[in-house]
C-alpha cells in the first residue's frame, strides 16, 4: 500500500489564512506607495521646472501639484538646500497604514533630488 502524500484540510486553512494576511497587507499599503511616488514625481518634476527658484516658489509649486494629486504632504515640510553648486529637493516623512484593530504598519519614506544629477529615494 502507498503512503498518501498530499495537503491535509487544516494545512490548507493555515497557508490561506497566511496568503490572505499578506494579501491585505498588500493592498493597505497602496494608497501610501501611491502618495509616495506621487511626491518622488513632483519632486522630480521641481528639480527639473524651479531649481533656481526661491524656496517659497518651489514650495508653493509642490502645494499645487499637492492639491492636483491629492496626497497629505505640504510645501513647508520640504528640504530645500539651495547653494551656488545647485539646489537639492527632499523630504523624509512617516505613515501609519492600520492593518487590523490596533495593529499598525510604520512605513518611513525618504525623497531627495539634487540638480547635480544625485539622487536618494528610499521607502522602507
Known amino acids: 500500500m502507498k503512503k498518501q502524500r498530499g ?3 487544516f494545512g490548507l486553512l493555515v497557508i490561506g489564512a497566511l496568503v490572505g494576511f499578506f494579501v491585505l497587507l498588500g493592498i493597505k499599503c ?3 506607495y501611491t502618495e509616495y511616488f506621487g511626491v518622488k514625481n513632483a519632486i522630480t518634476a521641481l528639480i527639473k521646472d524651479s531649481a533656481s527658484a526661491p524656496a ?3 514650495r508653493a509649486a509642490f502645494d499645487k501639484r499637492g492639491l492636483i494629486e491629492g496626497y ?3 510645501g513647508d515640510e520640504l528640504d530645500i538646500d539651495q547653494t551656488p553648486n545647485g539646489t537639492t529637493i527632499g523630504i523624509e516623512y512617516d505613515r501609519e497604514v492600520p492593518v ?3 495593529i499598525s504598519l510604520k512605513i518611513h519614506f ?3 533630488q539634487s540638480t547635480a544629477g ?3 529615494e528610499q521607502g522602507q
Open 7 to 9: 495537503l491535509s484540510l
Open 30 to 32: 497602496v494608497p501610501a
Open 56 to 58: 517659497q516658489e518651489i
Open 72 to 74: 497629505k504632504i505640504r
Open 100 to 102: 487590523a484593530a490596533n
Open 110 to 112: 525618504t525623497v531627495s
Open 118 to 120: 544625485k539622487s536618494a
